[in-house]
Each structure stands twice: as structure tokens, then as C-alpha cells.
């Protein structure tokens, strides 16, 4: 339980580091040339489009090519200290060529469920402790 609490802690204190650095990132200079844009759970994501002479070329040439387009980002994303709290994934926008890249915060413990679980126990028991003491 102990081992728990901690990494819940971390995955807290990690998720205010990376929403502060976004804070502060926000209306950079260098946030706007890539096209990055954050969302409400500070996930942050950008698309990037093939160019012009690149249409015509394969799915997996593309995702090569879109894979190029990503490293001056992850080059930013460690230039302003996110590169160890956030995890990237990239994904083609289905019916494009395009594809849809998002950083978004690393967590150990706190997932959907457990999230879901715990502020479900907390009313439970505050349920039953008004009701019955």
C-alpha cells in the first residue's frame, strides 16, 4: 500500500509539472512553429500532413516521412525538460494521409478505473457514514 501511495504521489506531482511547463510553453515562440496545441487533460497534440510531392507515395513511406517531421518536436519537448513525463503516440487520421500526434503524461498508477474506483469508495463510504452514524 505504501509503494502505492508513492507512485500515485508521483504520477500527481508528474502530472502539475507537465500541466506548469505547458502553462508556460503555451504562447512561446517555438510552441507555435510546430503547430501544438493542448487539450483539457494537458495532453498535448499536433497533425502532421504529408506535403505535396508526398501524396503519392505508400502508407509505410508516409509514416517514415511523418516519423522525420516528429524529431525537431520531441527534440523541443526534451529542450524544455517534458521528454521524461510525457510518452508520445502517433497515429494515422483515418481517411487521410495524415497523422495525429499526442504527447500526453505518463502515469504509473493513476489509470481510468482506479480513478473511478477511488472517488467511488470515497462517496460509499461518505454515503454510509452519513446514513448510518
Not at 461518505?126 to 446514513?131: L, N, Q, R, V
Request: aromatic residues 14%; neutral net charge; contains cysteine.
Amino acid at each position: 500500500m505504501r509503494e502505492f501511495l508513492i507512485l500515485l504521489w508521483y504520477d500527481i506531482k508528474g502530472y502539475f509539472i507537465v500541466r506548469s511547463i505547458l502553462r508556460s510553453q503555451k504562447n512561446t515562440v517555438d510552441f507555435n512553429k510546430y503547430d501544438l496545441r493542448i487539450d483539457w487533460v494537458n495532453r498535448v497534440y499536433t497533425v502532421i500532413n504529408p506535403s505535396e510531392e508526398d501524396k503519392g507515395d505508400s502508407d509505410e513511406v508516409l509514416k517514415i516521412k511523418a516519423q522525420d517531421k516528429m524529431l525537431p518536436i520531441h527534440r523541443y519537448m526534451d529542450k524544455i525538460g517534458l521528454s521524461e513525463f510525457v510518452s508520445v503516440s502517433a497515429e494515422q487520421v483515418p481517411g487521410t494521409n495524415a497523422y495525429l500526434v499526442v504527447y500526453y503524461p505518463i502515469f504509473r498508477v493513476l489509470t481510468t478505473w482506479k480513478l473511478i474506483l477511488m472517488i467511488g469508495s470515497i462517496i460509499g463510504i461518505t454515503w454510509a457514514c452519513i446514513h448510518f452514524i
